[in-house]
C-alpha cells in the first residue's frame, strides 16, 4: 500500500519528511549551544540472538553473551523518565526479547510511562511475549529479510521463517497501537524475492514494509559479498568527504 506523506488521516507518519518539526524545542536547545533531552534512549539488553545472518555486524563480538542484570535496568527506566525521556527503543547486537526477564522489562518501560519500541528478529519462544508486543509498543520492526523459508534459512543459518511469520501475526492480532514491520535487507542473496516478501507482509496485515540496500563491499566485511556478474558495474570508488 502506498503511504501518501501529507493526508487528512495521516498528516503524521513515519514517512513525512516534516516530522523533524515535532521536536522543535530540542532545535532551539542545541541552536543555544545547549544539550537537550534526548526524545529516545536505546537500550541493548542482551547479546544472545538464535541466528547467524550472513551480515550481521556485531558477529564479531556477538559470542561473548553479554546482557544487562534486570535490576539494572529497572533502574534506568526509572531515570529515563525522570529525566525527560519519551520512548525507548530495544535492540542490541542480539535478540532484545532473548533476554531472561525481557518481558518484565516490557512491562516496566509501560509502567513508567515510557513509549516502547523494538528492532527484532522476530524469533520469541514465549507467545505471551509476541502478544504484549502488540499491546505495549508503539512499533517494532522484525528483520525477516526473505520472502521463502529456503532463502531464510540458506541466510540465517536458521530454519524458523514459518514462526517468525506466526510471531507477527500473534503481534497484529494484539496490537493496540503497534505498527508492525517486515524489514528486508536487499542483498544478492535475496534480491529475487522482494516480491513474495511484500505479498507475505500483506497477508500478515503488518503496517510497514521497510525494505534497504545493504553496502555489499564495505572493507570491514570479511569476506564481502559478491555482487552478480550484471551488478559488477555497480562497484564504485569512495567519494572523498569534502569536511575532511
Known amino acids: 500500500m502506498f ?20 521536536y522543535s524545542a530540542q532545535y532551539k536547545e542545541i541552536a543555544s549551544m545547549r544539550v537537550p533531552v534526548p526524545v529516545q534512549a536505546r537500550i541493548d539488553p542482551t547479546l544472545r540472538c538464535p541466528l547467524a545472518c550472513k551480515w550481521c555486524n556485531s558477529a564479531r563480538y556477538r559470542q561473548q553473551r553479554h546482557e544487562l542484570g534486570k535490576d539494572h535496568v529497572i533502574k534506568v527506566l526509572d531515570f529515563l523518565k525522570y529525566w525527560g525521556v ?7 547486537g542480539g535478540e532484545p526479547t532473548y533476554h531472561p526477564q525481557f518481558l518484565e522489562l516490557l512491562q ?12 527484532s528478529n522476530g524469533v520469541i519462544h514465549n507467545p505471551e511475549v509476541a502478544a504484549e508486543i502488540g499491546r505495549l509498543c508503539r512499533w ?29 501475526k500473534t503481534m497484529v492480532k494484539h496490537s493496540n497501537k503497534c505498527n508492525v514491520g517486515y524489514k528486508f535487507l536487499i542483498s ?28 555489499t563491499q ?6 564481502p559479498l559478491p555482487l552478480p556478474r550484471r551488478h559488477a558495474s555497480l562497484s564504485r570508488s569512495p567519494v572523498p568527504y569534502p569536511g575532511v
Open 3 to 22: 503511504v501518501r506523506e501529507w493526508a487528512d488521516k495521516n498528516t503524521y507518519n513515519s514517512f513525512n519528511n516534516w516530522k523533524g518539526l515535532l
Open 86 to 92: 519519551k520512548a525507548v527503543v530495544w535492540a542490541g
Open 108 to 119: 516496566k518501560n509501560a509502567e513508567v510511562g515510557l513509549d516502547a519500541a523494538i528492532l
Open 140 to 168: 517494532i520492526g522484525v528483520s525477516v529479510d526473505a520472502g521463502s523459508a529456503d532463502t531464510y534459512t540458506s541466510t540465517k543459518g536458521c530454519a524458523t521463517f514459518d514462526f517468525v511469520i506466526e510471531n507477527m
Open 188 to 215: 544478492p542473496l535475496n534480491q529475487h524475492e522482494l516480491v513474495e516478501a511484500c505479498v507475505i507482509a500483506k497477508d500478515i496485515g503488518v503496517t510497514d514494509f521497510i525494505a534497504r540496500p545493504m553496502d
Open 218 to 223: 564495505h572493507p570491514r566485511r570479511i569476506p
